[in-house]
């Protein structure tokens, strides 16, 4: 099943607008300061609204740049009616480096992120040697880096990348809590295809 079309090609109202350059300030946008984690790409909002139920005293950022799934995270998580759940419509890698304050995030969630594969399209990569620099400087010491895809050439790619980043260091997956699982975790598991996880924690200092 393709994208939804409901709502148009272009955005219909404030919100729908990409992000621009401006930074982010979660302590406005959210009404408190608490730890923020950020999901980059969030889908259908699966992931989203669940951690945010999950852990009330964290404050959860969905960044979802293609129109229609902005427009169904934005409808889910007004309906879940969340305190600690925001959703907007940005380029994550821009918005990382351009919004969010230095050592500012608690967890950054990157969850089956678009592979990009034809080698023409590899410089669109969102995890690449730059992209992975930017969200090391944004976590705060000690902040983590969830990374998920299915796709073999991406996982391969990614691992030798996350050797070259000074701020951060490789965790086994299982040493931290189980997360929520995505709209296509669910699915890709279900139909039996294998799937690369890469945990990274901010080193301190």
Not at 4 to 14: D, E, N, Q
Not at 70 to 92: K, M, S
Request: aromatic share 10%; with cysteine.
């Amino acid at each position: 099943m393709g994208e939804p079309t409901a709502g148009g090609r272009f955005p219909g109202s404030p919100d729908e607008e990409l992000w621009g350059d401006e930074p982010f300030d979660a302590a406005r946008a959210f009404g408190r300061r608490a730890p923020l984690e950020v999901e980059i790409g969030s889908g259908k909002a699966r992931f989203l609204i669940e951690a945010a139920r999950r852990t009330p005293a964290h404050d959860f950022l969905g960044v979802e740049l293609a129109l229609a799934y902005f427009r169904i995270c934005r409808e889910r998580v007004a309906r879940a009616a969340l305190p600690n759940v925001r959703i907007l419509r940005a380029d994550g890698r821009r918005f990382a480096e351009r919004a969010l304050p230095s050592s500012s995030v608690r967890a950054f969630h990157v969850y089956f992120p678009d592979p990009w594969p034809k080698k023409r399209q590899r410089k669109r990569r969102l995890l690449d040697g730059i992209g992975l620099e930017v969200l090391a400087s944004r976590l705060e010491a000690g902040g983590v880096l969830r990374i998920v895809t299915d796709h073999a050439d991406y996982a391969a790619a990614i691992a030798p990348l996350l050797e070259t980043v000074p701020g951060l260091e490789r965790a086994e997956w299982t040493t931290l809590p189980a997360q929520p699982e995505t709209h296509y975790e669910v699915k890709y598991r279900e139909e039996g295809r294998p799937i690369w996880r890469f945990l990274l924690r901010r080193r301190d200092g």
